[in-house]
């Protein structure tokens, strides 16, 4: 073996070692937008579940607010499905619906002084309004994350690795964040 | 210059061939994992999406924020005398000893005394605040003061107040107690109170006025020191939490405390491992024609 053979066959260690390092690397980067998504997740779940009992408190007082209140129901189940399906443009849409609708019923709370004086009322909207903003949060997270991902698997020569196993770009989480109270924020660690 | 490094190789006796050869191919070895260790930990960071200290899930995570003392207590630096919210010192004595000796005109530096801050200190990125425990951290400070005294020589890092930081670590976030553990303690507290105060304790729970406290009249204050514990903790406790940064549970994570940007380390990492490279090859193409000379394979 002469000097030459000895340089390339170094050199394609090296070259060897730095393609699973991509590889590795493009992994992590996919795990962590699952990861954020799934930080998003456990969010949304949250909500799901306290949404239900502030409709209800709700309807015994807004009696001429039924159109609101079904559109947040509405809202809720469009996040549950698009959830459950990882389907990020439509959790998005339907995010944008959500808080839309909440921040609405937040407004018209203000015609109805015996529902704003309501404890329990006053409580889960402050728990959905923390909710509401720590998702916002965790969708920056989110999106950060996607926007590493997508870098990365356009750069040479990590775009090499990323086509050969099918690394793909991933859809960014949009919705319009509506703010519905300025609740001084707990946090929420999950 | 690759005559001149022949030239000097072939001369070299055995012996220090041999240990030249030894310490090339160890270099070698060494270097390789060392170049993808940079890249690996460049990546890390660069990959690390950042997260708000209030919405942050639990697990590895990357915080970009202010340097605060806890209780707004700055430490005092050992050397400068200046507040900071962590240091690193050493002093360091020239010594004149064997191949040193004050012929050779040069003495070794032997570390005389060295200390660094344990204590922890806050992240501060508008959203919350996060305890840095710096023990396991690679802490790369910017505030670096270099003085000599005597044969002495000082080497002080420290990063200060307010100081925009960088760090990756473990978010980890501790509950304090629940309401009820805190109705629990209360109660008891005032329970003890009442024994060590035999004559409130009577005054007040000794119905038969017998002088005794019997089991009766001891449940009756117990349950009274507990609906006046409730009565103190109040409705909407919220159980304290700390978050702290500590060490991460994969030792493939790295642990970094930094005052340095992301981008100045990242691009810092890339130069190391560009030369751990270089190293790799050049110590082994070295080693491989010394072993060439030497066996002629």
């Known amino acids: 073996m002469g000097i030459t053979e000895f340089i390339t066959g170094a050199v394609l260690i090296i070259v060897f070692c730095y393609a699973i390092t991509i590889y590795n690397g493009l992994i992590r980067l996919k795990n962590n937008v699952d990861k954020a998504f799934a930080n998003i997740e456990v969010l949304l779940k949250q909500r799901h579940t306290e949404l239900p009992q502030l409709v209800e408190v709700c309807k015994g007082y807004m009696t001429h607010e039924k159109e609101l209140l079904l559109a947040i129901t509405k809202a809720r189940s469009l996040v549950q499905d698009a959830r459950e399906e990882h389907n990020i443009l439509r959790l998005g849409q339907a995010e944008t619906e959500m808080r839309e609708s909440l921040h609405q019923l937040f407004v018209s709370v203000e015609a109805y002084p015996e529902l704003k004086a309501n404890e329990n009322f006053l409580a889960l909207q402050a728990r959905i309004s923390v909710l509401e903003d720590l998702i916002a949060d965790r969708r920056e997270t989110f999106n950060e994350s996607v926007r590493l991902n997508n870098t990365r698997i356009q750069q040479f020569p990590d775009l090499v690795i990323a086509r050969s196993f099918n690394f793909i770009a991933l859809e960014y989480l949009r919705f319009r964040a509506v703010g519905l109270l300025p609740v001084a924020i707990g946090s929420i660690h999950d | ?297």
């Open chain 2, 1 to 297: 210059m690759i005559d001149a490094v022949l030239t000097f190789t072939i001369n070299l006796d055995p012996d220090k061939f041999m240990a030249l050869l030894v310490v090339s191919f160890l270099l070698c070895l060494i270097s390789l994992p060392a170049g993808f260790y940079f890249i690996r930990h460049g990546r890390i960071m660069q990959d690390t999406p950042t997260s708000k200290i209030r919405s942050a899930s639990q697990g590895f995570v990357e915080f970009k924020g202010r340097a605060r003392s806890i209780d707004d207590k700055p430490l005092r630096a050992p050397g400068t005398k200046t507040d900071c919210v962590w240091y690193d010192y050493k002093a360091e004595q020239q010594q004149y000893k064997g191949w040193f000796s004050p012929g050779n005109h040069r003495g070794k530096w032997i570390t005389v005394a060295e200390h660094r801050s344990p204590f922890s200190f806050y992240i501060d990125d508008g959203t919350g605040v996060c305890a840095i425990d710096p023990d396991a951290a690679t802490v790369k400070a910017k505030f670096t003061n270099k003085w000599k005294q005597g044969n002495y020589r000082y080497i002080e890092s420290r990063i200060e107040e307010g100081e925009m930081i960088y760090c990756l670590g473990q978010f980890e976030t501790h509950q304090g107690p629940s309401r009820q553990k805190v109705i629990k303690e209360t109660a008891r507290a005032s329970l003890n109170q009442l024994k060590k105060n035999r004559k409130a304790l009577l005054q007040r729970f000794d119905a038969n006025s017998d002088g005794e406290i019997d089991l009766d009249e001891w449940n009756t204050a117990r349950s009274a020191t507990r609906v006046q514990a409730e009565k103190e903790v109040d409705d909407d406790y919220v159980p304290t939490q700390h978050h702290v940064l500590v060490e991460p549970f994969s030792k493939k994570n790295p642990y970094i405390v930094s005052c340095f940007g992301e981008d100045e380390l990242t691009s810092r990492y890339r130069l190391y491992s560009v030369g751990s490279f270089a190293t790799f090859l050049t110590t082994g193409v070295y080693s491989f024609i010394m072993v060439v000379i030497r066996w002629g394979i």
